[in-house]
């Protein structure tokens, strides 16, 4: 009978492979703590985070989730070009185009105490007066 694991017997291919993607995994762990680490420390300078503390599993889907995306407004105002009228819309309004400009609550607020329309699509006017 011979061995299991075949003493003397060179690697198949699969085998080395297996190895090698191992190792390479272990390698890339490590480079991503590193990074993680250092991102830490250069966007915290007072290093909050603990290195290492979590060890998250789900490689390769971290950086997606780490990306920071743009933050859609809360509110906003459609400055269009003469003659078109200003509206108080709600940032992630479809109807307010490319000339959406992002204001704070209170701004939103002053606008439309101002007389400015709210928009008749997204109505920022009921979650605002509510
Ligand atoms: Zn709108």
């Known amino acids: 009978m011979p061995a299991p694991d075949g003493k003397g017997r060179e690697p ?5 492979n297996r190895a090698l993607a191992q190792w390479l995994e272990f390698q890339l762990r490590q480079v991503r703590g590193r990074i993680r680490d250092l991102e830490a420390q250069e966007h915290q300078g007072h290093g909050l985070r603990k290195p290492g503390a979590e060890e998250p599993d789900g490689r390769g889907r971290r950086e997606a989730e780490l990306t920071p995306r743009p933050r859609t407004p809360d509110w906003g105002i459609s400055e269009a070009g003469t003659g078109s009228a200003v509206k108080v819309h709600r940032g992630d309004c479809w109807a307010a185009g490319k000339e959406l400009r992002a204001i704070s609550r209170e701004r939103a607020l002053a606008e439309l105490a101002d007389g400015v ?5 997204c109505r920022p006017d009921r979650p605002l007066m509510a």
Do not use: D, G, H, N
């Open 12 to 16: 198949t291919p699969l085998e080395k």
């Open 117 to 121: 329309p709210a928009c008749e699509v």
